[in-house]
């Protein structure tokens, strides 16, 4: 059964996963840095982790054994979108995180998702392929360091102000990967979009 293949399992696994980072995730968020508890961001720290680069593994799984499915093309995307998205909006409540993550930075992330997935969906409903540019993957890249140096500042490093500049880094980082590569989704996409409607 293809919905079974080895990139798929990983991929429901990773997406498994996803759900039980978002309850431990949700019993850190909106305590103050000094009542943390250091083991529970340690484990979801390392759960995002998991989550976030054993995506590498299931596209490895899924070209070695030419197991490409309708179901991983939908389900591994949607999973690092909800790993990455998700993250940005509980760092709003994640202390020290959002005197750095702002809400507009959320909604930005979240905007391109949706412009993006919807250019994508009416794109192939037509018969167009849209495959994942260069930009798009570097932007998810830098998106799980940014999370990954997000939740390590917050667990383990909340007072140091060198933890804390390099997050503003990365979180701008993030920023203009994410309008860049939704800028050049909408440029390959420019001749579609001007196309009349059929």
């Known amino acids: 059964m ?9 991929t429901s696994f990773r ?9 431990l995730l949700s019993m850190a968020a909106g305590k103050p840095s000094a009542a943390r508890d250091v083991q529970l961001l340690t484990v979801i720290f390392i759960l995002n982790q998991i989550i976030a680069w054993s995506d590498l593994l299931d596209g490895y799984l899924a070209r070695k054994y030419k197991e490409v ?3 991983g093309r939908i389900a591994d995307p949607l999973v690092d ?18 005197q750095i ?3 507009w930075f959320a909604v930005v992330v979240l905007g391109r998702e949706f412009l993006v997935s919807g250019i994508r969906g009416a794109m192939e409903a037509a018969g167009i392929p849209f495959p994942a540019s260069v930009w798009g993957k570097i932007k998810t890249a830098i998106q799980n360091v940014t999370v990954g140096t997000g939740l390590g500042y917050a667990t383990w490093f909340p007072t ?9 880094v990365l979180m701008w980082a993030t920023l203009v990967a994410t309008v860049m590569s939704g800028v050049t989704y909408v440029l390959s996409a420019r001749k579609f979009l001007g196309s009349e409607r059929i």
């Not at 293809?2 to 990983?10: C, G, Q, R, S």
Request: overall charge positive; charged content about 10%; aromatic content about 18%.
């Open 81 to 98: 979108k909800i790993l990455v998205v998700g993250s940005f909006i509980f760092f709003l409540v994640l202390d020290p995180l959002p």
């Open 69 to 71: 499915t309708h179901f």
């Open 160 to 168: 140091a102000r060198w933890t804390e500049l390099l997050t503003i």
């Open 15 to 23: 997406f498994l996963l996803c759900i039980l980072y978002y309850v």
């Open 2 to 10: 293809l919905l079974m293949t080895a990139a798929n399992k990983v």
């Open 101 to 103: 993550f702002k809400a």
